[in-house]
Structures are given as C-alpha cells and as structure tokens.
C-alpha cells in the first residue's frame, strides 16, 4: 500500500536513473524522456555541469535567510536582467509562488500610486497559473476549483482569442491582464505575435499591468530566452519557474523598475526563495541555455521536429488534427482522446504527457539530439499506424 496522498494518477512505472534524454527503470528498461519533469529539465537528467555545481556548491553553503547578502542571487539576477526586459528579479520556489506573487505586485503597484481600487487581474479562462489558492481562482476552471471555495475575488476571465470580451471584461478596478504566451495546460494555444503586440498597446492605453506567465514557454523553451521576445514586446511583470532549476525548484518574478518600485521591504518573502543552492544551479542553467548558440539550436531541432510531424499530420489526416506549439513546447492535437495513444507512445518507450484540447504535448529537452528525435518520429508513427 502507499501512504502517499491519491491527489495524482501515476502510471505504474518509476526511474531509478536518467542521463540526457532517457530514463531507466531497476531493471534497466530505457524510456525517452520527452517530459522532462514537465520542461523542467531543460539540459536533460544529470548535466555534467549541473551535476558539478551541486556538487561543489553543496560543500560550500545551502541555505542562508534573506536576511542577508546572497551573492550567488545578485549573480543570477543581474544575468536574467541582462538578458530580458526585467530590471529586477524576486526569487520563489515554484510557478504558482511566481505567479501570486506577480499578482501582489500588480496590486500593489497601484496601492502605492493611489489607486487601491485597481485590484481585479483579468486572466484567460481555462489557463493555468498554478495550484495555490489565489492561482486556481485565477485559472477560472471548474475542475480546479471544485470544492475549494469560497471563491477568491479579484479575478475576471475571457476565452482565448476572444477580443471583444477581452475589452468589455477592462474596467475602471483592472490592474492587470495575465496571461500565457503559449499556454501550456491548456492544450499548446500560441497567441500569436500581433495579438500579444495589441495587447501591449491596450494595457498601455487603459493604464494597466501586462503580466506575461513564462512559467513553462519561459527560458528558452520557444526558442528565444522568454517566449513574448518574438513579439517585440515588454511584459511589465513575468513569472518564470519550470525550466530556470534545470530540475531543482526555483521560481522567480522579473519586473520592470516602474512595478519594483512598490516592493519596499517587507512587502513579500520566501524562507527557501532563492539560497545559495538553488541559486548556484540557475546561474549554471543560465549561462548554459541562455546563450544564441543554444537558442539556434533549439530553434533547429524545433523547425526538425515540427516539419516532421508535420508529415505525420498528412499521412494520418484521420487521427492528428493539428501539431502545435513553438520552439519545443510541442502539441500534437488528436480528434480523439489523447490517453490511449500516450498510452501506447509509453508501451513502445517514449514518455509523453497530455494537455487540454485532445493535446499530446511533447517536450524534450532543450539540448535533444537529433537522433532521439528521429526515434521519437519513427515511435510517433509506428502507434499511429496501429491506432484506431
Ligand atoms: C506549471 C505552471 C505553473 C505552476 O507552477 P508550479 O511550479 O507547479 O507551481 C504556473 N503557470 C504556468 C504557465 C505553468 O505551466
């Protein structure tokens, strides 16, 4: 019997080893992982470099309370400002602390200029933010909130590319819009560039705050460092999480100087919130992922990957409704349930994972050689042959 809570519906499966791309079973039956914790491994399991900054740095110092300096963050900071429109970094643990905190921020913004009537965020409904109990409210799901009620006020919803309710729904208690670049949970949806640029304009016309989740579209996964780049576009307030830990939990906010203004000290926290471990691995990611040898690279192996599922997509016009997706943020979209197949894809030894919309969302890891995707191709095709 397990003792663990029955809150997931695992597979009957467990990994004892991962190197790269693959994963291995006690008796050494080898899977390609192309879930990667949900992006987060973004330099696959067991990175040589982050295998050794864990272990030096763990001899070094783990955790100390940001009560004090930690020059490893002030490292990982400066170097996720270099590299986005962020002019300052707040350090969490996880997507959902991201997001939440994206959202004090907003509030709080406009607390501190005088408006403390600005509260409501506007989000897309059916999106996801998270598990926490502000970030379900705000995913406007009824899966995810069932039962968790009473409601958490403050949040307004519109349907994806819905652009008139997206107006109607502004009012005078607006403080921000928030919203995934390319959703992930719900089914690999890329709002496209001159949407996300229209968006821009609005918020800057209605005097309000764009928080773009980067949660899992962020470092480097589309293709380009954070996925709104593309678009030309600044985000005010950005969460990012998944991808940053290569495999070690690390949230983090990044924000312009307008918004930061507003957290004074003792405004927010976080006990675990980037220490020196956590901190020593993002900066390893970092310098690795973030560099334009890499980001060709990933949009290399993407433009590889998605031509051929591509061809997939004609040669069964029957089964795969659409590919999605950007960079290796990938979806294959079925007319039917998708459970089966991933299923199957996982009988034949490659490890999907599902998304909303019939999605089968394929990500890889940011590093994936272009023989485990061939493999993945060749599996990819051989359970389509034989599904019915
Ligand atoms: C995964 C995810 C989150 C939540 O991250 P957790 O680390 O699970 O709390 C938030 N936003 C988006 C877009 C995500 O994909």
Redesign the pocket.
């Known amino acids: 019997m397990s003792y663990l809570a029955k809150n997931y519906n695992r597979k009957k499966i467990s990994f004892v080893r991962g190197k790269g791309s693959y994963l291995y079973t006690v008796s050494g039956i080898k899977y390609l992982d192309f879930v990667q914790g949900?992006?987060v491994n973004c330099l696959g399991h067991a990175h040589p470099k982050l295998v050794e900054t864990i272990k030096k740095q763990s001899k070094k110092l783990w955790h100390v309370s940001n009560a004090f300096q930690i020059p490893e963050g002030e490292k990982l900071a400066k170097k996720l400002c270099q590299k986005t429109f962020a002019d300052y970094v707040m350090f969490q643990n996880?997507?959902?602390?991201?997001?939440e905190a994206a959202i004090k921020i907003a509030r709080r913004y406009f607390y501190s200029i005088g408006k403390p009537n600005k509260t409501r965020i506007l989000c897309v409904k059916n999106?996801?933010?998270?598990?926490?109990i502000a970030?379900i409210f705000a995913s406007g799901s009824k899966k995810m909130t069932e039962g968790f009620g009473p409601r958490v006020p403050g949040f307004d919803h519109f349907s994806f590319g819905d652009h008139k309710s997206l107006k109607k729904k502004i009012t005078k208690n607006t403080a921000a819009i928030m919203v995934?670049p390319i959703?992930?949970?719900g089914g690999i949806n890329v709002i496209p560039d001159f949407c996300l640029r229209e968006l821009r304009k609005l918020c800057n016309k209605k005097k309000i705050l764009l928080i773009l989740?980067?949660?899992?579209?962020g470092i480097s996964r589309s293709g380009d460092f954070l996925a709104f780049e593309k678009s030309k576009i600044f985000a005010d307030i950005a969460?990012i999480?998944?991808g940053i830990g290569g495999g070690f939990?690390i949230?983090a906010v990044l924000m312009n100087k307008k918004v930061a203004a507003c957290m004074t000290p003792g405004t927010h926290g976080s006990t675990f919130g980037g220490n020196p471990l956590a901190m020593a691995v993002g900066n390893t990611v970092m310098d690795i992922v973030s560099t334009k040898q890499f980001l060709r690279n990933v949009k290399k192996s993407s433009k590889y990957f998605l031509s051929n599922l591509n061809k997939l997509k004609e040669k069964y016009p029957k089964i795969i409704k659409e590919i999605r997706g950007r960079g290796l943020l990938i979806g294959i979209q079925l007319y039917k349930d998708q459970t089966k197949f991933i299923k199957k894809l996982m009988d034949n030894k490659l490890l999907t994972i599902r998304a909303a919309d019939h999605v089968v969302r394929i990500l890889p890891p940011l590093n994936v050689k272009k023989k485990e995707i061939d493999q993945a191709l060749k599996i990819i095709n051989k359970v389509c042959t034989e599904h019915k």
């Open positions: 949900i992006a996880s997507g959902a602390e991201a997001t999106s996801f933010h998270g598990r926490t970030a995934e959703m992930g949970e989740d980067e949660v899992q579209c969460p999480a998944k939990p949230g």
